[in-house]
């Protein structure tokens, strides 16, 4: 059964840095390429970052320049590191395959941005 495991969201302020990680078990980390999403309340979720199996990046425009994708794949892990945050960046984050499959959503990192 595949598994995704996000952590290490939390409270920043405005300017502030945070590192998300995700373990996805089974076949999903080394098949697919990997994604960060985000969601916030009355909107759909949305896909922050990409990261192909050889680690190639795409970025949301709301995000180039701040925000870095990485992946081991010796840990099945995906990194979301997230420098200059702002209010808006404030969302639960995801990770999944990308396409996202409804059948990988884990139950996500609260991030909040806020002084």
């Known amino acids: 059964q595949v598994q995704v495991v996000e952590s290490g969201g939390g409270l920043v302020q405005p300017g502030g840095s945070l590192r998300l990680s995700c373990v996805a078990s089974?076949?999903?980390?080394?098949?697919?390429?990997m994604g960060w999403y985000r969601q916030t309340p009355g909107k759909q979720r949305e896909l922050v970052a990409a990261?192909?199996?050889?680690?190639?990046?795409n970025y949301a425009d709301s995000v180039k320049g701040r925000f870095t994708i990485s992946r081991d794949n010796a840990k099945n892990t995906v990194y979301l590191q997230m420098n200059s945050l702002k209010p808006e960046d404030t969302a639960v984050y995801y990770c999944?395959?990308?396409?996202?499959?409804?059948?990988?959503w884990g139950q996500g990192t609260q991030v909040t941005v806020s002084s």
């Open positions: 990261i192909t199996r050889r680690g190639i990046t």
């Open positions: 089974g076949s999903i980390f080394s098949t697919y390429v």
């Open positions: 999944n395959r990308f396409p996202y499959s409804d059948s990988y």
